[in-house]
């Protein structure tokens, strides 16, 4: 049985860094494409940041220069290091697995809440 955990949400202060985390358990993680999504309120989910099982990344652009995604094969976890935060960040972030390396996706944890408060 395929469980994406997702943990390290929170609140913070415009400005400030989150680093979220999503270990993945009954699959074999170093294949798999991760990703991480977001949804806002009232808005569709979108793309953050994908990396692939060789480490090749992409950013959706209104993030690029500000988090970093990255993985931990050994642990089994993704990572999603948030600086720089902003109001217009605040949403329930998701992480996928495995699929194509641009989607879709098969995989899905159950979110977790950043609130970034200006």
């Known amino acids: 049985q395929v469980q994406l955990v997702e943990s390290g949400g929170g609140s913070v202060q415009a400005g400030g860094s989150l680093k979220l985390s999503c270990t993945a358990s009954g699959y074999i993680f170093s294949t798999c494409v991760m990703a991480w999504y977001r949804q806002a309120p009232g808005k569709e989910r979108g793309l953050v940041s994908r990396i692939s099982s060789v480490g090749t990344t992409g950013y959706a652009d209104s993030v690029k220069g500000r988090f970093t995604v990255s993985r931990d094969n050994a642990k089994n976890t993704l990572y999603l290091q948030m600086n720089s935060l902003q109001t217009e960040d605040t949403a329930v972030y998701y992480c996928?697995?495995?699929?194509?390396?641009?989607?879709?996706?098969?995989?899905w944890g159950q979110g977790t809440q950043v609130t970034v408060s200006s």
């Open positions: 996928a697995a495995c699929g194509n390396y641009y989607g879709p996706y098969t995989y």
